[in-house]
């Protein structure tokens, strides 16, 4: 096996248009490929990719101990967690500071966590070298 790079982080969704509405309207990421079933959003580096969740299997995977947690670099967590509040969006925790830089989570409308991380680097758009930046605990 010869994998060059994560191509896409896929979730499953109750409610497209609603998620859709988070990640391109209040998120910010662009829509790259719109089909019917799935949308593609981001424009370099790995894709979120939103396609229907089943109506009839049970939604799970979205919490902290066993869930996934989707990171998002930013420039300013504050102005970014400032803006998100107002625009209604759940904390699921504030800011904290870490080693590598400062973090919050927020949570999307089908209970996913997003982890905002602003490094204290240099190179604000270097991801770290483990997931300290990220870890929602």
């Given at each position: ?85 107002e625009k ?32 204290i680097f ?16």
């Amino acid at each position: 096996m010869n994998i060059k790079k994560v191509g896409n982080v896929i979730l499953a969704v109750t409610d497209i248009d609603k998620s859709i509405e988070f990640y391109n309207g209040i998120i910010g990421l662009p829509i790259k490929n719109q089909r019917r079933a799935w949308v593609d959003l981001g424009t370099s580096g790995a894709l979120l990719s939103l396609h229907p969740a089943s109506l009839t299997a049970e939604h799970v995977g979205s919490s902290i101990d066993n869930g996934i947690t989707i990171g998002f670099l930013v420039g300013d967590v504050q102005s970014a967690i400032d803006e998100l509040k107002e625009k209604g969006v759940k904390i699921h925790r504030d800011i904290v500071e870490k080693d590598a830089g400062k973090n919050a989570v927020i949570v999307d409308p089908d209970g996913y966590l997003i982890s905002l991380f602003e490094p204290i680097f240099g190179d604000k758009a270097q991801q770290t070298s483990g997931y300290q930046g990220f870890t929602p605990a």
